[in-house]
């Protein structure tokens, strides 16, 4: 067997032995804000694993690193796995507006135990660790969600 074909061989091996990527689903994600008087409210959308333990950040919401330590439960997360979260961060959103943002999920994480959580604080007010939970499932993601803090409700729409 000549050099060319070995080489030849070696990448195709190679190649058939990495490991696909996971297969993603985009979601629309729209946030109704509570009526609510005072500054922008910070909030992050986390995946949160079957054993309630965060798993990845999904999207977060204010653009100022310096108050990110004020979501305190995904700050200390962070803090221990920092991730490039740049791609994934938009401006905060004050009372009774509504923001819409992008959310790229894994499809097998769907239907198998996982939650989003919306975790909310805004400046000299409450923080809210649990503003709303909704569980990753398909009937999770076609329902309309109430929030408990901030947040007055989520909907998602498929992508």
Request: aromatic residues 10%; proline residues 3%; glycine residues 6%.
């Amino acid at each position: 067997m000549s050099i060319f074909h070995k080489t030849a061989l070696l990448l195709l091996v190679l190649l058939l032995a990495k490991p696909a990527a996971a297969q993603t689903s985009k979601y629309k994600c729209m946030i109704q804000m509570t009526n609510y008087t005072g500054e922008g409210a910070y909030m992050v959308i986390s995946l949160i694993n079957p054993k309630g333990a965060y798993e990845k950040t999904l999207y977060v919401l204010g653009p100022d690193k310096k108050w990110y330590n004020s979501l305190k439960e995904w700050h200390k997360f962070h803090a221990k796995k920092p991730a490039n979260i740049s791609a994934i961060t938009g401006a905060s959103v004050t009372g009774g507006d509504r923001a819409m943002n992008v959310l790229e999920i894994e499809t097998a994480k769907i239907n198998a135990g996982y939650k989003l959580r919306f975790e909310s604080a805004v400046e000299d007010k409450a923080y809210h660790t649990k503003d709303l939970e909704v569980p990753l499932t398909t009937e999770g993601l076609a329902a309309k969600s109430e929030g408990t803090g901030y947040i007055r409700y989520v909907r998602f729409s498929a992508n």
